[in-house]
């Protein structure tokens, strides 16, 4: 495959091509065994609260005949195939801000719909492929941090360049393209516009300096020839999901970090020259190879594994920044542990400890959970309580409880640098539920329970992840050839965070029963007018409403038929009522999601769309849009 078959791959295919993972996972064979035990499904899908609680299954009074709620204030859309976007009847939107929309007035004018940015604005104009985002308030200052994931060089580059990067110049460019943008944005009258030139207007990119602190701060495995002493290290990438702490600051989470690293060294075979290089362990588990995703280790040494094998090390951790002090330097918390972070979620322990859940999203892959030994209290800043405290993995049991496991040298064999840079590989070691693809986590504000999105996995039976985890069917991952993904929630003992062992169900499984009369056509929660597939970021408003969004197959053929494009649905875990609100552009995934201080604007993610939304011309341009209500009321 060449160069530019590669680049227009998904993240998820990409991965799939370095490392195939298995078919079969861990909390499948739980659900099954779990269904087995129980008789029906209705034991291991309590929709509502109360059901959960009581063990009483499926709740019957929830309609399967229309998507029609009491328990949301708008009325829900259908779906939609097309190159807009669509919200209820009553709502509102806007584009907030473009990929190459200026940040500073010197930027104003630099985007190009035939060329892009050039590369010398490209660090102060707004990133490609928006994700993960939060809102903070400083007095009567609105300012949103918003990851960009990654970019599309076929669309980023000049067309000569045939999406693959010429010189150095391009890769700088494509570095600045990615990252985080913190910038403030204020109501002009006509809704929310970017307020240029504003002091906490900043770009934080591939070449930003940084800290690290925690354990493997330092250690032996983050030492480069370029930081001897292992503590600076430069940049945060591939920035997915994002959480926001007790305290006041951001969390953004470094996924795909292992596809910009390769070798420049070379070796003859019978078919040409091909890259040098014997993966360690390490990198077979985390799928770095020796050639890069987007060709940076041509033109940077520091991507170069034949030149420093311990760059990819430094990436793959959850990252801290203070969006309302730009002279900050953001910290990569090594306590945390390093895998492909979806996001990360902070709740608090009764005892006042910080805890944070985050899920590791690949086939195969576990859900994460950080407590720290210090604790916390309103007012208080958040100093070592990210650096200091222990990295668990979750087990689900096919009784519907589970554990979290500690990685800890006794539990493991490993070294606590070890543990913190190849959590993957200590999550092995003791035995962690293998799941399907975690992505979001979300806590519920109005009672001690927590969701993840399991998104999907279309491969099942073939053979064991790249740990060796055997990934049998079953679990909260019941169904073979997943092509559409499901929530598990648990419930930690005690409604306390800190609790070592919990209570699991699963809150919906999405499916397509114009498609199906069996377990694809998903659970009794879905019907006809709010089907979807692959759900994937996840935030709760305050009202305890579950926002889901979905980044999977739009094609609107054969088992997709009827799904439409991708989509941001709302979910009511009191009754388990779910109703489509709006629907992306085909060819877009929805991602990111945060509110204004009043809840009364909503601002939403729009990655990767197709056509040339949202300008009607030129090149298709992720951003980020804002959605109101046109009597002026709270969204919801």
Not at 77 to 93: N, S
Not at 101 to 123: H, I, N
Request: aromatic content about 8%.
């Amino acid at each position: 495959m060449n160069k530019q078959d590669i680049v227009r791959l998904s993240w998820d295919e990409f991965d799939e091509m370095r490392d195939p993972r298995p078919e079969d996972n861990g909390f499948d064979a739980v659900v099954e065994r779990a269904i087995s035990r129980r008789g029906f499904l209705g034991g291991v899908l309590a929709f509502g609260s109360a059901a959960a609680v009581m063990g009483s299954g499926v709740l019957s009074s929830i309609s399967t005949a229309k998507a029609e709620s009491a328990a949301f204030r708008f009325e829900p859309i259908g779906i939609a195939t097309d190159h807009e976007i669509h919200v209820p009847k009553g709502y509102r939107w806007k584009t907030l801000v473009r990929w190459g929309d200026p940040l500073f007035k010197d930027a104003e004018g630099t985007y190009s719909p035939e060329r892009g940015v050039p590369v010398e604005f490209s660090d102060k104009v707004f990133g490609e492929n928006t994700d993960g985002m939060e809102t903070f308030i400083d007095g009567d200052k609105t300012i949103l941090a918003i990851n960009s994931e990654y970019v599309n060089p076929e669309i980023n580059l000049p067309a000569e360049a045939e999406g693959m990067p010429r010189n150095a110049d391009e890769v700088k460019l494509l570095k600045n393209l990615q990252g985080v943008t913190v910038m403030e944005i204020a109501d002009n009258g006509d809704g929310y516009a970017v307020v240029l030139d504003s002091p906490y207007n900043r770009r934080i990119t591939h070449e930003t300096p940084m800290t690290m602190d925690g354990p493997a701060a330092g250690s032996d495995l983050v030492k480069t020839n370029a930081d001897p002493e292992g503590l600076s290290p430069k940049g945060t990438m591939n920035n997915c999901g994002s959480g926001k702490t007790l305290w006041g600051t951001y969390l953004t989470c470094e996924e795909n970090f292992n596809g910009y690293f390769g070798t420049t060294a070379r070796r003859e075979t019978t078919e040409g020259q091909v890259p040098d290089h014997e993966a360690t362990e390490g990198e077979v588990r985390y799928g770095i190879g020796g050639e890069g995703r987007y060709a940076y280790e041509k033109f940077d040494e520091r991507f170069d594994l034949s030149k420093e094998p311990n760059e990819p090390n430094r990436h793959g951790w959850v990252t801290e920044i203070d969006p309302l002090d730009p002279e900050s330097t953001p910290v990569k918390h090594t306590a945390l542990g390093r895998f492909k972070h979806e996001n990360a979620e902070m709740v608090q322990a009764a005892d006042g400890r910080v805890v944070v859940y985050m899920g590791d999203d690949e086939r195969g892959e576990f859900i994460y959970r950080y407590v720290s030994n210090g604790t916390w209290a309103e007012g208080q800043p958040g100093d070592g309580l990210l650096s200091d405290g222990t990295l668990y993995v979750a087990k689900f049991n096919d009784d519907m409880t589970g554990e979290w496991l500690p990685l800890t040298p006794e539990s493991t064999g490993m070294t606590i640098e070890e543990i913190l840079v190849f959590s993957r590989i200590a999550g092995s070691k003791v035995g962690a539920t293998t799941m399907d693809r975690p992505e979001w986590v979300a806590a519920n504000p109005l009672r001690v329970e927590a969701y993840c999105a399991l998104t999907n996995n279309k491969n099942r039976g073939v053979k064991a992840n790249a740990g060796g985890d055997e990934q049998p069917v079953g679990g909260p991952n019941p169904r073979e050839t997943n092509n559409f993904g499901q929530i598990v929630r648990w419930r930690p003992e005690g409604e306390d965070h800190g609790a070592d062992t919990f209570t699991w169900d699963l809150y919906v499984m999405a499916g397509n029963p114009k498609a199906y009369n069996n377990v694809y056509a998903g659970s009794d929660n879905i019907n006809e007018g709010n089907m979807f597939n692959s759900p994937d970021g996840m935030a709760f408003s305050s009202d305890g409403l579950l926002w889901i969004q979905t980044d999977g197959d739009d094609s609107n053929e054969g088992e997709f038929e009827g799904q439409g494009n991708n989509q941001m649905l709302v979910g009511n875990p009191e009754t388990g009522e779910i109703a489509r609100f709006l629907t992306a552009p085909n060819g877009a995934e929805v991602t990111g999601l945060t509110w204004s201080a009043d809840r009364k604007v909503a601002f939403v993610g729009i990655q990767h769309p197709g056509g040339n939304w949202p300008d009607g011309n030129g090149k298709p341009r992720s951003a980020v849009i804002s959605v109101w209500r046109e009597d002026g009321e709270v969204i919801g």
